[in-house]
């Protein structure tokens, strides 16, 4: 029940496509809901983060979509570029509480120029 | 600047001999914690603290140890590393434990156990 399963493992997209990395989750108590950037040689780095209070947020080209009902949420990155190319984890917690953040196991994305 | 540094980046060792990963924060956290990185196993934690002097296992604790006798520096020690301990090591801390804290990473400690 402390899973959180991401798909897909590997994602190629061409540039200015669409990208989108999907998360489920089981633990009805995970109410915060972050994804993590990493990119080659580097630690992760928060990229963008949700509460289960709203549907979507967005922060430039990056959007998080959350269907509580369904107990998943995903990341869209709208108009790719090779940049973006990096591994992105998605994770989830109960804020507020001495819980660890459980984080999937990663999708590496590939942008082709 | 805010950081946590690691070190070493890179370490090339042999079964048996005792090392240790340095870990150290500028930013005050009282939430550490270290992950290793598995092609295909994502981030898994092998142990986190929430104090100076509290420390509790994670997932994959086998094999390893950890101190947190100050505040900014978090070691992790492998007594006798073997083969199967090679992988991508991360350290990370953070200003709440667990949940809505940003967990801010190192940049990596790539261990080879040969």
């Known amino acids: 029940q402390q899973q959180v399963k991401q798909s897909p493992q590997s994602l190629i997209v061409q540039k200015g496509g669409i990208s989108i990395i999907n998360c489920a989750y089981e633990?009805?108590?995970?109410?915060?809901f972050p994804w993590y950037q990493q990119f080659p040689g580097k630690g992760p780095a928060l990229l963008i983060a949700?509460?289960?209070?709203?549907s979507e947020k967005k922060e430039g080209r990056f959007t998080i979509s959350f269907n509580k009902s369904a107990k998943q949420f995903s990341l869209h990155i709208m108009d790719s570029q090779p940049g973006d190319s990096a591994t992105y984890f998605c994770?989830?917690?109960?804020?507020?509480?001495?819980?660890?953040?459980?984080f999937g196991k990663g999708t590496k994305l590939s942008v082709k120029p | 600047e805010a950081q946590v540094t690691q070190n070493p980046r890179y370490l090339i060792t042999v079964t048996g001999k005792k090392l240790t990963v340095t870990c150290s924060q500028n930013?005050?956290?009282?939430?550490m914690s270290w992950y290793r990185q598995d092609p295909g196993l994502g981030l898994r934690q092998i142990y986190y603290?929430?104090?100076?002097?509290?420390?509790d296992k994670g997932d994959v604790p086998e094999g390893y140890k950890v101190s947190r006798k100050e505040k900014r520096n978090f070691p992790l020690i492998l007594e006798s590393p073997s083969p199967n301990q090679t992988s991508l090591y991360f350290c990370?801390?953070?200003?709440?434990?667990?949940?809505?804290?940003?967990?801010?990473f190192g940049e990596g400690s790539r261990l080879t156990v040969l």
């Open positions: 949700i509460r289960p209070d709203v």
């Open positions: 633990n009805t108590a995970f109410d915060y």
């Open positions: 990370a801390s953070s200003v709440l434990p667990g949940g809505w804290g940003e967990l801010f």
């Open positions: 994770a989830a917690s109960i804020g507020g509480s001495q819980e660890n953040l459980i």
């Open positions: 930013m005050n956290h009282e939430y």
């Open positions: 603290s929430m104090n100076v002097e509290v420390t």
